[in-house]
């Protein structure tokens, strides 16, 4: 038994992180002595309904499958979809049948994820966006949810492993537990001491609602830490939220009043993409917690469309491997990937994986994925009203 309920890396890249069947269909073909050349696709949706979601979760996947003897061709990370496949493997089916469940967890989760933090950075996208949500998720789980933030824009995050494993810095300054540990009346002393004991690369943001009216301990900050204050942030929970937005004015006033202006306002706290639209012309950056963390994963299933070279499908899935494209006008196209595309389409699937071997190193750099998701928001007119 173990510490902790985490099925360990190995046993995803072994296989054993399967559903059973797989196992029992890899001992009927192994007795049948079949072992097919399929072309199998991981799609959510058939053909283009105009729904877009973000791809995430690539570079997982293909950790997963390089090795094995399979090609693999798939859309990068940061691209929007709405139909058709997100990725094509060809080669022996026994090669990669049980691997099915890890994969389509792998892109499952983190494309629903960054589909949801991708609503919250077109809502707010000149405000700075972190990622709270770590904590509503299970721990294994915190990593590939900060890095779909990051993928769909996110400026920031706040788990600390999770930032050890992507080769970024968390995010954070103080909760409101804090201000309890030194009681009622006391939160200057907990500003005070977060500004002795805290490295000072790590910005003076103080948290400005434990006990009182939020234009009290704003006010209070300002005059404990004086020019050392970078910025308040706003917590407030929704059942003494009241008006938020008039709250954030208030405080802006009264900052504004006393010659502090310069001083930021963050909010958090159980807020959306609806939230940030309408707050994001009074604040300037935003935790987001659950939307983003809890997010709905994509419903991507992989299903065989050709075997030995002839078509295949099961009732209501499309047979032959297909092609992806996004239109000169912004919109998602399904083909054949034996033919041409439309005219003036873009091509999105791209090789990834050739014979085991990767051959696209460059396809999961974070920074480009963000780029491409930001990009490809404004090219197809994601999350405007």
């Given at each position: 038994m173990t510490d902790f309920d985490i099925v360990d890396a190995a046993a995803v890249r072994e296989g054993r992180a399967t559903d059973a069947y797989f196992e029992r269909t890899e001992a009927a073909l192994e007795h049948a002595g079949r072992n097919p050349r399929v072309v199998v696709e991981v799609t959510?949706?058939?053909?283009?309904?105009?729904?877009?979601?973000?791809?995430?979760?690539?570079?997982?996947?293909?950790?997963?499958?390089?090795?094995?003897?399979v090609d693999v061709d798939a859309i990068p990370e940061g691209r929007l979809f709405d139909g058709g496949p997100v990725m094509r493997i060809e080669g022996p089916y026994l090669a990669f049948a049980r691997l099915e469940t890890s994969l389509l967890g792998f892109l499952s989760h983190a494309s629903g994820i960054a589909t949801a933090a991708l609503d919250c950075r077109v809502a707010a996208p000149e405000s700075q966006v972190l990622s709270f949500g770590a904590r509503h998720v299970h721990p294994s789980m915190t990593a590939a949810v900060e890095r779909s933030a990051l993928l769909a824009g996110f400026d920031g995050f706040s788990h600390v492993a999770a930032g050890d494993?992507?080769?970024?810095?968390?995010?954070?300054t103080m909760p409101h537990a804090l201000a309890i540990c030194f009681g009622r009346g006391e939160q200057e002393a907990a500003w005070r001491a977060f500004d002795e004991a805290v490295d000072e690369s790590v910005p003076r943001i103080a948290l400005c609602d434990t006990y009182s009216d939020e234009v009290d301990e704003v006010l209070r900050?300002?005059?404990?830490?004086?020019?050392?204050?970078?910025?308040?942030?706003?917590?407030?929970?929704?059942?003494?939220?009241?008006?938020?937005?008039?709250?954030v004015r208030e405080v802006?006033?009264?900052?504004?009043?006393?010659?502090?202006?310069?001083?930021d306002v963050y909010v958090s706290g159980g807020l959306g993409p609806d939230d940030l639209r309408?707050?994001?012309?009074?604040?300037?950056?935003?935790?987001?917690?659950?939307?983003?963390?809890?997010?709905?994963?994509?419903?991507?299933?992989?299903?065989?469309?050709?075997?030995?070279?002839?078509?295949?499908?099961?009732?209501?899935k499309l047979s032959d491997a297909k092609d992806v494209y996004r239109t000169a006008d912004g919109a998602h196209a399904v083909g054949l990937a034996d033919r041409s595309g439309p005219e003036g389409a873009e091509s999105l699937m791209e090789p990834v994986i050739?014979?085991?071997?990767?051959?696209?190193?460059?396809?999961?750099?974070?920074?480009?994925?963000?780029?491409?998701a930001l990009a490809d928001a404004e090219a197809v007119g994601y999350g405007t009203e």
């Open positions: 959510a949706d058939q053909f283009p309904d105009g729904d877009f979601e973000l791809f995430a979760g690539l570079k997982d996947a293909v950790a997963l499958l390089e090795g094995r003897t494993l992507i080769g970024r810095e968390a995010s954070g900050a300002v005059e404990t830490l004086g020019d050392r204050l970078d910025g308040v942030r706003l917590d407030t929970t929704g059942s003494r939220r009241g008006d938020f937005r008039h709250i802006q006033w009264e900052l504004d009043v006393r010659g502090h202006a310069d001083i309408g707050l994001r012309d009074v604040v300037d950056g935003f935790g987001v917690g659950g939307y983003v963390s809890n997010a709905d994963p994509v419903d991507f299933a992989l299903d065989v469309v050709e075997v030995d070279g002839e078509p295949a499908a099961k009732r209501g050739r014979d085991g071997d990767v051959v696209a190193d460059d396809a999961f750099d974070l920074d480009a994925a963000a780029e491409r």
